[in-house]
């Protein structure tokens, strides 16, 4: 007679709770103790990244402000790809040489230095613009305009097979260059094919605006402590900034009382453009710029107008920006147009722009 053989152990909620941290990119990255800049890898001060990191659409572009934290998450996310699925390539493409070196030297390499975690994936290579990662190939490469002319450039971004491409400072880059680039990535096969566009934006319907535009366009929103109504400082600007005696602070939209955010959430405006992800990050949420710091900004940029505003719309808001003397409008170029030949050279000099 066979014995009655004990009944399997039921999982415990804290070991479905462990499954699911596991799971997440921005815990695995978090867990591992990294140092970053010579600080610790804190996500806690941009609780904004966790879901950009842990995110796996394969077409995404985020329109940000400047020093957010975005191009060292998406760094780190690329590695963690790297480490978790072999791929044939990862390309991370810069605006200009200059930016490749600096960043490999100055960021990545002792990224790498300090953080064993990491550094036990990689091979060994004497070049700063590649490295290799769990045996996978890591490209810097530059695409800017005037890398373009460069003697061998263009077969620097033809003749490497990728799984993974992205475009940091998009706006900087030619839109040819990037179609040059976009075709590394006509082998890769999803789930591991993943394209990323991110950057501060210049002017409308250009680069990462015009890529923006045709996103889900993901904001990060809040819930009021107070009256626990959502909003999004991004969407409600600058009405959400208050300001008095030498102070500032942001208001929650609803109740007008000094904001407490109970949660925040990734929240898309338009649920249904979901061929390309897009996330939007400004200076309202960094943890290194106060309320006063923006108000004080903003109050400048208002008065003086011109750059300073420009400046601010770009750096700060993370928003493209134009004054009537930028634009050039279809009616400009129309009205300039003529059915008389013009002569085929000059003396010169000769510009367009």
Known sequence: MLGCMAAAP???IEDYLAAAQAASRSYRLSSMGLTVDGVPFDLKLYPHMVGIIDDDHPDTVVIKGGQVGLTIGMVLKAIDRAIQHKQRGTGYLFPRDDDVSDFSRARFQPILDANPALSQFIGKTESISLKIINGSPFYFRAAGAAEAATRGSRSKLKSIPLDELIFDERDDMPDDRVTL??????????????RTELGTPTVPDYGVSARWATSDMHHWTHKCARCRRWGCLELEWPDCLASDDGEAWYVCASCRDPLEVEFHEWVPKYPSLDQ????????????????FDIAVEWD????????????????????????????????????????????KGSEGPRALG
């Open 181 to 194: 680039a976009d075709r590394r990535l006509d082998g890769a096969r999803p789930p591991n094919k993943h």
């Open 300 to 343: 400048t940029a208002e008065r003086e107008g011109g750059s300073k505003l420009r400046e601010f719309y770009n750096h700060t808001l993370g928003l493209p920006y134009a004054d009537e003397d930028d634009a050039l409008t279809e009616p400009m170029v129309r009205a300039c147009l003529t059915s008389t030949p013009r002569a």
């Open 276 to 291: 390309v992800r897009g996330f939007y990050v400004s200076q309202l949420h960094s943890p290194t710029r106060s309320a």
């Open 10 to 12: 039921s999982p415990r």
